[in-house]
């Protein structure tokens, strides 16, 4: 079993800029790639970014491309998302997700286990 908790959401003004964290505990990450996703309200969830195990490489939605950043510290067990130049519409609740495989994918039913979420609000 894998437990993630997610930290560091909260409110911006848009263009700001906030990082978010995601500790696991229970077992290591090291054979998991690694992804962020978001729900708004009404919305579905949806992909934002992920990590290889191996942190070599990384793929993002078209929508957060060149504004977020994804990476990974092996040794805490810990994975990061770096949002800069935020926008209202990124305001969702952010998930990470952990997902047992040598390739990187973007959906949903195919991770393992979440985290519980953290709340990003961005204001306009």
């Known amino acids: 079993q894998v437990q993630l908790v997610e930290s560091g959401g909260g409110l911006v003004q848009a263009g700001g800029s906030l990082r978010l964290s995601c500790a696991a505990s229970?077992?290591?990450?090291?054979?998991?790639?690694l992804g962020w996703f978001r729900q708004a309200p009404g919305k579905e969830r949806e992909f934002v970014a992920v990590?290889?195990?191996?942190?070599?490489?990384?793929h993002y939605a078209d929508s957060v491309k060149g504004r977020f950043t994804i990476s990974r510290d092996n040794a805490k067990n810990t994975v990061y998302l770096q949002m800069n130049s935020l926008k209202p519409e990124d305001t969702a609740v952010y998930y990470c997700?952990?997902?047992?495989?040598?390739?990187?994918?973007?959906?949903?039913?195919?991770?393992?286990?979440w985290g519980q979420g953290t709340q990003v609000t961005v204001s306009s």
């Open positions: 997700a952990a997902d047992l495989t040598m390739v990187v994918r973007t959906s949903a039913p195919d991770y393992d286990y």
């Open positions: 229970g077992r290591t990450l090291i054979t998991y790639a």
């Open positions: 990590v290889s195990r191996s942190g070599g490489f990384k």
